[in-house]
């Protein structure tokens, strides 16, 4: 923030234009129902209030002590990066904040979104970020963020400024619905490949059998895990659920149990072994399949996970159908149990499958896997694209608060004269109230 100011703008700092904030205490008024602003509802992405919840005086956090009004920006103070700031609409004014934000209220000559716009720059954010103290819970203090400086434009030109943001905004903004719509596109067409290629909701061509998974593949549950085997003298590397995601094996976080002989005879993984989630409190997550490579010698499974080696199967077949029934919840609604959904070894045994003719059953993997390939080319790109779209934001900011953005007029008053007549007529900090409005 140290190069030249545009002609006619001004330093300053947070507090040189921002307004006491006046306090509340919503329990003095124990049955008056107020709308409580948390962090949690704030959406980054948008900068918008998405949530709120409404609270009795008689319940309210011990966090809930701010009041704001129109037009105010609430920045949290915790994990700054994370950019948790938003503007306050009209149908929240006089709702209460938590004492996690920085309540910054423009003064009169300050726009409200101008202010807004330039504690969402990286320049501001990394700055502030900077001053963050604390390791599991990084924060500033609100008299950190009201040291911070700004630049200030004449108040005709934060019009303009916010004017021209706004508009460009607007346009990615559509651009960012396109670009999510393609995304949510491309996952029901990963679906229906799928969905077709083992003929699902429809007949099985006559060279087709419907069986079980227990008729094709051997299955077998992980060891259960207990403080008893923390320690031993046969402390071997195994498997959880954790270590099995959608993009295969993540050894990351490989833990260690004892097993005896017998033991890591019977629970030693092999590789071309397919290992799937056992429960998960996601339907969608339930079953979730991943071949083992033998990345680790004499690596064992726990019993998060279920094992499967096919007889007389395809493998990349067996995994693309499992990989079918977890994402699209069908192993969710054959398991069993409420908060967690168990598969388990009877469940998956018994659960249907349509085999193919071996001679068709490494085409239709080959071709999923191909069709699969294709669509992650695309989200790529659709990926890469929302990631443009993002640094169009970032550099939109930048050229804006560096007086690039919209034409200068001679003619508007200096900023420097704005902010004299801001602290010529700075009010002193309200007296806290002792009742909160609703």
């Not at 087709?208 to 094709?216: F, L, R």
Request: aromatic residues 8%.
């Amino acid at each position: 923030m140290n190069e030249p100011l545009p002609e006619g703008w001004a330093r300053t700092t947070v507090g040189g234009i921002c307004l006491p904030v006046e306090k509340a205490d919503p329990r003095w008024s124990p049955d008056l129902e107020f709308e409580y602003i948390d962090i949690g509802g704030v959406d980054r992405r948008t900068g918008r209030i998405i949530r709120t919840k409404s609270i009795r005086g008689a319940e309210a956090p011990s966090r809930a002590r701010q009041l704001v009004r129109t037009g105010d920006t609430v920045l949290s103070t915790v994990r700054v990066y994370l950019a948790k700031i938003a503007i306050v609409p009209a149908r929240l004014d006089n709702a209460i904040a938590s004492t996690g934000f920085s309540v910054l209220r423009p003064a009169v000559g300050i726009h409200p979104m101008f202010l807004m716009f330039q504690t969402l720059s990286d320049e501001f954010l990394a700055l502030l970020d900077s001053k963050q103290t604390g390791t599991s819970y990084p924060a500033v203090r609100d008299r950190d963020v009201r040291k911070m400086p700004l630049r200030i434009a004449p108040s005709y030109e934060q019009e303009r400024i916010v004017q021209r943001i706004e508009d460009i905004f607007t346009r990615l903004n559509a651009v960012e619905m396109t670009l999510k719509c393609l995304i949510n596109r491309l996952r029901l067409l990963r679906s229906a490949v799928l969905a077709d290629a083992f003929c699902a909701d429809r007949d099985l061509p006559p060279d087709w059998i419907s069986m079980t998974v227990g008729d094709v593949a051997e299955v077998q549950l992980g060891r259960q895990r207990s403080p008893k085997h923390h320690t031993g003298k046969q402390l071997r590397p195994y498997l959880r659920a954790a270590n099995v995601t959608w993009d295969g094996i993540s050894l990351d976080d490989v833990k260690e149990m004892n097993f005896d002989d017998r033991e890591f005879e019977r629970y030693r993984l092999e590789p071309h072994d397919l290992l799937l989630n056992e429960a998960s409190g996601t339907p969608s997550e339930v079953g979730k399949p991943a071949i083992w490579g033998g990345e680790i010698k004499d690596c064992c499974f726990q019993n998060t996970l279920l094992r499967l080696r096919p007889q007389g199967l395809d493998l990349d077949y067996l995994y693309w159908y499992c990989y079918f029934s977890a994402s699209t919840g069908r192993f969710g609604e054959a398991s069993r149990g409420v908060n967690i959904r168990h598969l388990g070894k009877r469940g998956l045994s018994r659960f249907p499958i349509p085999v193919a003719p071996h001679g068709e059953q490494s085409r239709i993997a080959d071709d999923i896997s191909n069709q699969f390939h294709n669509i992650r080319l695309l989200r790529e790109s659709i990926e890469d694209a929302q990631n443009r779209v993002a640094a169009l934001r970032r550099s939109v900011l930048a050229e804006a608060f560096a007086g690039r953005l919209v034409p200068q007029d001679p003619e508007d008053e200096p900023a420097s004269v704005l902010l004299e007549r801001i602290a010529a007529f700075r009010p002193t900090m309200p007296r806290r109230r002792r009742k909160a409005r609703a």
